[in-house]
C-alpha cells in the first residue's frame, strides 16, 4: 500500500532564507505525488504534481519539488520565504490500482511559519 | 466562478440529529470525493464517486452516505450525529484521465461541523 511521511510537523523560517519541507513516500510501483497547501480556515490548494514526467517539478508561487526514487523522497523547496507562505503543506500521494485507483493518501501535513 | 463549493461552511447541531452537506462542482469532473479532517489537521478519503461506482472507505460509519442528484453534486448525509463526526469536511473533484491516479483533484472550500 502507499504511504507518505512528512518528517516535520513544524517548520519555521525567516522571510527571505530557503524553504524545505521534507517528504518521504512508500509504494511498490512509480507513484503520481502531490504537494496541496492549506491557508488558516481555507481549502486546500495544489501546488505542484509528479506523474513520471520530468523529476524536477516546478508549481505555483516559486515552489518545486523533486522526485528521487533512489531516496524515495519528494520534498518541496522554495528559495526564499515569503510571509504569505505560512500554510500547511501536505504531501500526498495517489492510489495506482483497483477500485480505489485516483484516491489521495494524504501525509499529516507540516506547518510552515515565517518570522518577519 | 467558484469551481468546487460547499454549503454550509459552518454547521452547528446537536448529537443525534440528521444533517446534510452540500457539494457542486462546475468543472465537468467525472469523479467527486468526500475528505474528514480531524482536529490535527489530518485527512482522510471517505467516500469516491462517478457515475458507476461508488467506492466507500471501509472506516467510515454507515451513518454517513452520499447522495448524487446528478454529475455535478455530490450531497453527504449524516444520520444520528455523534460528537466524535466534529471535524471539517471537504469535497473534492477530479476529471476522467487515463491513469485516473495521474489526476489531481480540485477542492471545495470545506465545511466544519461542531456536534455538541
Known amino acids: 500500500a502507499q504511504s507518505v511521511t512528512q518528517l516535520d510537523s513544524h517548520v519555521s523560517v525567516s522571510e527571505g532564507t530557503p524553504v524545505l519541507l521534507r517528504c518521504n513516500y512508500s509504494s511498490s510501483y512509480s507513484p503520481s505525488l502531490f504537494w496541496y497547501v492549506q491557508h488558516p480556515n481555507k481549502g486546500l490548494q495544489l501546488l505542484l504534481k509528479?506523474?513520471?514526467?520530468?523529476?524536477l517539478v516546478k508549481g505555483i508561487n516559486g515552489f518545486e519539488a523533486e522526485f528521487k526514487k533512489s531516496e524515495t523522497s519528494f520534498h518541496l523547496t522554495k528559495p526564499s520565504a515569503h510571509m504569505s507562505d505560512a500554510a500547511e503543506y501536505f504531501c500526498?500521494?495517489?492510489?495506482?490500482?483497483?477500485?480505489?485507483?485516483?484516491?489521495?493518501?494524504f501525509g499529516k501535513g507540516t506547518k510552515l511559519s515565517v518570522k518577519p | 466562478d467558484t469551481a468546487v463549493s460547499q454549503t454550509p461552511k459552518y454547521l452547528v447541531t446537536q448529537m443525534g440529529n440528521d444533517k446534510s452537506i452540500k457539494c457542486e462542482q462546475n468543472l465537468g469532473h467525472d469523479t467527486m470525493y468526500w475528505y474528514k479532517q480531524d482536529s490535527k489537521k489530518f485527512l482522510k478519503i471517505m467516500f469516491s464517486?462517478?457515475?458507476?461506482?461508488?467506492?466507500i472507505n471501509e472506516t467510515v460509519p454507515n451513518r454517513f452516505s452520499p447522495k448524487s442528484p446528478d454529475k455535478a453534486h455530490l450531497n453527504l448525509h449524516i444520520n444520528s450525529l455523534e460528537l466524535g463526526d466534529s471535524a471539517v469536511y471537504f469535497c473534492?473533484?477530479?476529471?476522467?484521465?487515463?491513469?485516473?491516479?495521474?489526476?489531481?483533484?480540485?477542492f471545495g472550500p470545506g465545511t466544519r461541523l461542531t456536534v455538541l
Open positions: 464517486y462517478n457515475n458507476k461506482e461508488l467506492i
Open positions: 500526498v500521494v495517489s492510489e495506482g490500482y483497483g477500485g480505489s485507483q485516483g484516491n489521495l493518501i
Open positions: 473534492a473533484s477530479s476529471p476522467r484521465r487515463r491513469p485516473s491516479s495521474y489526476n489531481e483533484q480540485f
Open positions: 509528479y506523474t513520471s514526467a520530468a523529476t
